[in-house]
Nanobody
């Protein structure tokens, strides 16, 4: 499985961004897709994931501000991020799970005035 993420960039505090990720390859085995992030000097952490059946898991700090969605027909996962704060600054990684983990290349989100 290959994952291609896009949509990062610079946004002011309080702003919004929408990340997109498209999977290719052996996509029929994908059970979970989602997003993790890694801020400078910190470990990679969960942002949100969604199973093929639609069950979601969010990191506490993102729930209510972030919304994950999937388009199974397009093998795509999206992350709508609203009310962004500087602490959301990180490299965001697309994630997929079949029988093992797959990671995209990361897209940088910078929240700054």
């Amino acid at each position: 499985v290959q994952l291609q993420a896009s949509g990062g960039g610079l946004v002011q505090p309080g702003g919004s961004l929408r990340l997109s990720c498209v999977a290719s390859g052996v996509t029929f085995r994908i059970r979970v897709m989602g997003w993790y992030r890694q801020a400078p000097g910190k470990p990679r952490e969960l942002v949100a994931t969604m199973t093929s059946a639609g069950s979601t898991d969010y990191r506490d700090s993102g729930e209510g501000r972030f919304t994950i969605s999937r388009d199974n027909a397009k093998n795509a996962v999206y992350l709508q991020m609203n009310s962004l704060v500087p602490e959301d600054t990180a490299v965001y990684y697309c994630y997929a799970y079949t029988v093992r983990n797959f990671w995209g290349q990361g897209t940088l989100v910078t929240v700054s005035s």
